[in-house]
């Protein structure tokens, strides 16, 4: 689904097909491996906090088709964008990205 000029791994309805979304599997499969990137990076994986958060993403996706990101995962998901965003000339500051709270547009 991603090209040169966009990442649309995240996008939760297919582009080109309207407003049909992502089947579950599909939406399980990318959470699955986002999640363990995730957590080998902060030296987590396969820990009962990993099992309970990828327990508790099935369920969401289960019952609404998609999950909510926690900040701290959104943060992460950041990060690994821009390190891996190759014509970035920028991206070498990767690391240094900060988050911050914006409440309403």
Not at 39 to 59: K, Y
Not at 67 to 84: D, H, I, S
Request: proline share 3%; aromatic share 8%; hydrophobic share 35%.
């Amino acid at each position: 689904m991603c090209n040169e000029r966009a990442c649309l791994g995240s996008v939760m309805a297919i582009p080109g097909r309207g407003e049909i979304a992502r089947n579950p599997e599909e939406v399980l499969n990318d959470a699955k491996d986002f999640l363990g990137q995730y957590f080998a990076s902060i030296r987590r994986a396969n820990t009962p906090a990993h099992e309970a958060r990828w327990q508790a993403v099935q369920d969401e996706v289960a019952r609404s088709g998609t999950y909510q990101l926690t900040t701290t995962e959104l943060v992460f998901g950041c990060k690994l964008a821009w390190r891996n965003a190759s014509r970035c000339i920028g991206r070498i500051q990767w690391s240094k990205l900060q988050h911050r709270n914006v409440i309403g547009n």
